[in-house]
């Protein structure tokens, strides 16, 4: 089992950087795969990112790609996604998920973290 908790979201203005973090607890973290999700209101949760147990892999929204990074410290069992360029668009509450694979996701979730982007 895995526990999730993020933390680092607010307000930012259009443009702006922003990094969340994703704290980790529970024996199976270093065999899974994290990712971070999003769900806008009245939209459906969305894949934003998403990186491999060792941080081999990586995946990222097509909508985020060249702007969002996604990292991981496996030894302080942590998980990181830095947001440049942010746009109003990318307004949401985000969502740590851990999974078998990048791209097989398990329900194991955080309780979320307002992003909220506007000038």
């Known amino acids: 089992q895995v526990q999730l908790v993020e933390s680092g979201g607010g307000l930012v203005q259009p443009g702006g950087s922003l990094t969340l973090s994703c704290a980790a607890s529970?024996?199976?973290?270093?065999?899974?795969?994290v990712g971070w999700f999003r769900q806008a209101p009245g939209k459906q949760r969305e894949l934003v990112a998403g990186?491999?147990?060792?941080?081999?892999?990586?995946r990222y929204g097509q909508s985020v790609k060249g702007r969002f990074t996604i990292s991981r410290d496996n030894a302080k069992k942590m998980v990181f996604l830095q947001m440049n360029s942010l746009k109003p668009e990318d307004t949401a509450v985000y969502y740590c998920?851990?999974?078998?694979?990048?791209?097989?996701?398990?329900?194991?979730w955080g309780q979320g973290t307002q992003v909220t982007v506007s000038s």
């Open positions: 998920r851990a999974g078998l694979t990048v791209s097989m996701w398990l329900n194991y």
């Open positions: 529970g024996r199976d973290f270093a065999r899974s795969s």
């Open positions: 990186i491999g147990k060792s941080g081999e892999g990586t």
